[in-house]
């Protein structure tokens, strides 16, 4: 597959494995939990979740092909843009206004995670993002007899939905029919 930037695949596109689709379902969630630290602006893309907010058009209004790096959109440490040709376009380039070019003093570009107290770090904790992401429910009296080291899943899950009273029982199941 060719490269393409995941902010702009569609995760409808039918080409693509059900595994693809369903990460491509995740990020409007992603985008809440990554952040780049602009360093040298050689790795960082430009575009990434700013696309959904300047459209498909944004890269031919701002003369910025869709795989292009921060580096490219700057010239002499100052933002180097076409003037705007749309409402996106002009608001991108106020708040750009705000934001120091990038630099080669600041070293390369930077990944950051959310993590548990909701700062933003470069290590990843798959761990810390699921406990933020899942629903936390309470705990039962129930749950080491069903969840335990040398359960057998598909006897584990049949218990869990039995303790649940909801267990599929037609009415020919229950009668030995």
């Keep these: 597959?060719?490269?393409?930037?995941?902010?702009?695949?569609?995760?409808?596109?039918?080409?693509?494995?059900?595994?693809?689709?369903?990460?491509?379902q995740t990020k409007h969630l992603i985008s809440d939990f990554l952040r780049c630290k602009i360093g040298d602006g050689n790795s960082a893309s430009f575009w990434g979740p700013l696309i959904s907010f300047i459209s498909s058009r944004g890269p031919s209004q701002l003369r910025l092909p869709l795989d292009a790096r921060v580096s490219q959109a700057t010239r002499n440490r100052e933002w180097f843009l076409p003037n705007p040709r749309s409402e996106e376009a002009q608001t991108l380039q106020i708040d750009l206004t705000t934001i120091d070019p990038h630099t080669a003093s600041k070293g390369s570009d930077q990944y950051l995670w959310r993590n548990a107290a909701c700062l933003f770090v470069p290590e990843f904790s798959s761990k810390a993002t699921w406990d933020h992401l899942r629903e936390h429910s309470p705990h039962v009296m129930w749950h080491s007899a069903v969840w335990f080291k040398e359960e057998i899943p598909r006897c584990s899950f049949i218990t869990w939905l039995a303790m649940l009273s909801r267990l599929p029982l037609g009415t020919g199941f229950a009668h030995g029919g």
């Design 1 to 24: 597959m060719e490269w393409r930037s995941f902010w702009i695949m569609s995760e409808n596109a039918q080409r693509l494995s059900n595994t693809i689709r369903s990460m491509l």
